[in-house]
């Protein structure tokens, strides 16, 4: 077994989803351990937190400062390997630069950071200080994107010519915020948000997965955001034409007022050669046509997987696996390539597959050039 890492977390203490998420994520394939962290806002709450999850208090900290501080101070082989943000996009730059300039490697939420400016002194940040960086766009992870991904590279599906994506959710369809339901008030708010609503929330989510199963770059965007909700000053509801590299066309929808959906992810490839298509809520499932033949259905575990989604699948064929393990293969893929950078080598499998700080970068530039475009009227808007 590869050794386990040690790591800690900033943000993501009571109350809230996605820290727990992290939690389970990282400790699935037991190669990594939470054994710090500064748990939330508010000192109190952050440290109660850490107690909760049974961290030593001497190293549940109160704010990610502390947090910094303290681990420095620990002998070098004593310390956390790596910092897990799990924070308000708002605070994502401050707090991943200071561990980034101090040699830790990072995993951090997406968007990266809230500006272009901040993603590319990232970029030079990791570069200078040869650290790891991964960024959780989680639906990378599932073993049927990685097979998408390999068809399309594969040539199976010829000259990309269109692609749809789709990000429908319903939880904002009212004014949630106005209840002071913590996840729902940080998301509107501008000064946390950062310049996307919808778009920036779920629309990066569809970004990456055009970019991760189509190898394509988004070269253009006309885009229409609104905010259908009164009062909002963010967009709940976002749909933008794309333009790819190669000459192929897209269409991106993010909506978190459609009434009824719970967290609809689909994607649509079709080629001159073959079409492919995958929906997040059947996750072990991606469907095949090929221009000549039938369709095909592969499974998550069948003889068609293929090698990258066989590595990425921990249980039997007919077994649901889903958003914790895909999840967890990113935090497998980063624990793997700080093993492989201590040794001297580069990461192979998993190690070499989970989104990075450029990755981060492309989609933060995503979502800015989405705003951009909407602002102006729909102008078409180079990435």
């Known amino acids: 077994m590869a050794k386990r890492l040690s790591y800690g977390m900033v ?3 009571q109350g809230a989803f996605i820290g727990a998420v992290h939690r389970v ?3 699935l394939d037991r190669r990594a351990t939470l054994v710090a962290g500064a748990l939330g806002i508010d000192p109190e709450v952050a440290y109660q937190s850490g107690i909760e999850l049974g961290l030593d ?3 549940s900290y109160r704010t990610w400062p502390e947090m910094l501080k303290g681990e420095l101070a620990r002998p070098a082989n004593d310390r956390i390997d790596f910092v897990s943000i799990v924070t308000p996009n708002h605070v994502h730059y401050e707090i991943a630069m200071a561990f980034i300039e101090a040699g830790f490697h990072v995993v951090c939420e997406k968007p990266m950071v809230t500006t272009v400016e901040q993603g590319e002194a990232l970029v030079r940040a990791v570069q200078k200080h040869k650290v790891v960086f991964g960024v959780t766009y989680n639906y990378t992870g599932y073993p049927m994107v990685k097979r998408a991904a390999e068809l399309v590279k594969s040539g199976k599906l010829g000259q990309i010519r269109k692609v749809f994506v789709e990000y429908h959710q319903g939880w904002l369809a009212t004014k949630l915020e106005a209840t002071g339901q913590a996840q729902a008030s940080w998301r509107v708010d501008p000064t946390k948000a950062g310049l996307g609503g919808a778009i920036g929330d779920i629309g990066s989510h569809a970004e990456n997965l055009v970019s ?9 965007v006309c885009a229409d955001l609104t905010a259908f909700v009164p009062g909002r000053a963010l967009d709940d509801d976002a749909a ?3 333009r790819l590299g190669g000459g192929a066309k897209g269409v991106l929808t993010a909506s978190q007022v459609c009434v009824g959906e719970e ?7 079709y080629g001159t050669e073959g079409a492919i298509a995958w929906r997040q809520e059947n ?11 039938s369709r095909a259905i592969i499974t998550r ?13 921990r249980i039997p064929p007919g077994h649901p696996e889903g958003f914790y393990e895909a999840f967890a293969n990113i935090y497998r893929g980063v624990c793997d390539a700080i093993v492989a950078s201590r040794e001297g080598r580069t990461p192979t499998g998993l190690g070499a597959e989970f989104p990075d700080v450029v990755a981060g970068l492309r989609g933060v530039r995503f979502i800015t050039r989405v705003v951009e475009s909407a602002r102006q009227g729909g102008v078409w808007t180079r990435i």
């Open 11 to 13: 943000g993501g203490g």
């Open 25 to 27: 994520a990282a400790e």
């Open 57 to 59: 208090p001497a190293r």
């Open 212 to 220: 991760t199963i189509t190898g394509l770059e988004i070269e253009s």
């Open 240 to 242: 933008v034409l794309l």
């Open 263 to 269: 967290n609809n992810l689909s994607i649509r490839v």
């Open 283 to 293: 996750p072990n499932e991606l469907h095949f046509t090929p221009r000549s033949g």
């Open 301 to 313: 575990g069948g003889p068609e997987a293929g090698e990258g989604a066989t590595r990425a699948t």
